[in-house]
């Protein structure tokens, strides 16, 4: 018997093949199996090609294992018990995995994302939420790869296929420190702001996109800039009075409130864009992330309002 012998070898051959010698009789093995007895037959046929070895002789009615047949016995019973522990273990798992929502979100959201989550986690407290924060790049890597499940960002990918529901608006605005020049004007025009010094994010951030299409469109010159890897570190640059950056409002409340920060009056500003929850068109949705979904959609407009109040 070949390697290609093994593979042509069913599940279902074996399902047979073990109800037959259960019965002695291939019309009480179809009988059981909801099968005729010449399929029966039939696939006991292939099976005994595939094996290179007859497995049942003949005795009137009845039908004796031959030797093959009881050398085969225990190795088929083995293989479908295995399977059978297997769709256990797996059908167990999935109970749980149904309770499971994998959540990512791009780094300006945990300001709010995971107070978010915890209100959804108090309606639905049989759920299980997995957590991930990552900049934009890293959250889209994580949605093709399947490893999580929905995304909350700022602005939806491009390059790969997504269903996107808008919850919230996303103000974007120019920061300074208290004692900078800028803060004792009003109505700043975009053609004085490229001769002071900015702080950015890295390119592919979605803060770092805006920065540079503000000054862009209006055909001016990017201005001179430090380039950090968090909003964590732009806030203290700022609040050392190292430059200028634009941020999310979400992201500086708290210093805004504290007066460690100002917020510029400029044209233009504030920009507003939206916070998003989306996952891959192509990916089928379980009951928990549905809800999920359907609960952020809902209900995020107004948590959002509450929970930042009269941020720009």
């Known amino acids: 018997m070949t390697e290609?012998?093994?593979?042509?070898?069913?599940?279902?051959?074996?399902?047979?093949?073990?109800?037959?010698?259960?019965?002695?009789?291939?019309i009480r093995a179809a009988k059981q199996l909801g099968l005729t007895p010449p399929a029966v037959s039939m696939q006991m046929s292939r099976l005994s090609e595939e094996l290179g070895a007859p497995?049942?002789?003949?005795?009137?009615?009845?039908?004796?294992?031959?030797?093959?047949?009881?050398?085969?016995?225990?190795?088929?019973?083995?293989?479908?018990?295995?399977l059978r522990e297997a769709k256990e273990v797996i059908g167990a798992l999935q109970g749980r995995l149904d309770n499971v929502v994998r959540v990512a979100m791009v780094s300006t959201a945990?300001?709010?994302?995971?107070?978010?989550?915890?209100?959804?986690?108090?309606?639905?407290?049989?759920?299980?939420?997995?957590?991930?924060?990552?900049?934009r790049r890293g959250v889209i890597a994580q949605l093709e790869a399947g490893r999580v499940d929905l995304a909350l960002m700022g602005r939806t990918p491009r390059r790969v296929e997504v269903e996107a529901f808008s919850f919230a608006k996303h103000p974007?605005?120019?920061?300074?420190?208290?004692?900078?020049?800028?803060?004792?004007?009003?109505?700043?025009?975009?053609?004085?702001?490229?001769?002071?010094?900015?702080?950015?994010?890295e390119p592919g951030s979605g803060t770092r996109m805006l920065h540079d299409h503000f000054f862009r469109s209006a055909g001016l010159e990017l201005p001179r800039a430090q380039e950090m890897d968090s909003?964590?570190?732009?806030?203290?640059?700022?609040?050392?009075?190292?430059?200028?950056?634009?941020?999310?409002?979400?992201?500086?409340?708290?210093?805004?409130?504290a007066a460690k920060l100002k917020v510029l009056d400029v044209q233009g500003m504030p920009e507003l864009r939206d916070w998003y929850v989306l996952h891959l068109s192509s990916k089928t949705l379980t009951p928990a992330v549905l809800r999920f979904r359907d609960y952020i959609k809902s209900e995020g407009p107004g948590?959002?309002?509450?929970?930042?109040?009269?941020t720009p």
């Open 231 to 257: 909003n964590a570190n732009i806030k203290q640059a700022v609040m050392a009075n190292m430059g200028l950056a634009f941020l999310s409002a979400h992201t500086i409340a708290l210093e805004r409130d």
């Open 303 to 310: 948590f959002m309002r509450d929970f930042f109040g009269d």
């Open 4 to 26: 290609d012998g093994i593979s042509k070898i069913t599940l279902r051959q074996l399902q047979i093949f073990l109800a037959a010698v259960e019965h002695g009789n291939f």
């Open 110 to 135: 945990r300001n709010f994302g995971p107070q978010l989550l915890q209100e959804f986690k108090k309606r639905h407290p049989e759920t299980r939420l997995e957590i991930s924060i990552d900049n």
């Open 172 to 201: 974007y605005v120019l920061i300074a420190h208290p004692e900078h020049p800028l803060t004792r004007f009003r109505r700043i025009r975009r053609s004085d702001l490229p001769a002071h010094r900015f702080i950015v994010r």
């Open 55 to 82: 497995l049942f002789e003949k005795e009137g009615r009845s039908i004796l294992p031959t030797d093959a047949a009881t050398a085969l016995l225990p190795y088929a019973r083995r293989v479908t018990d295995t």
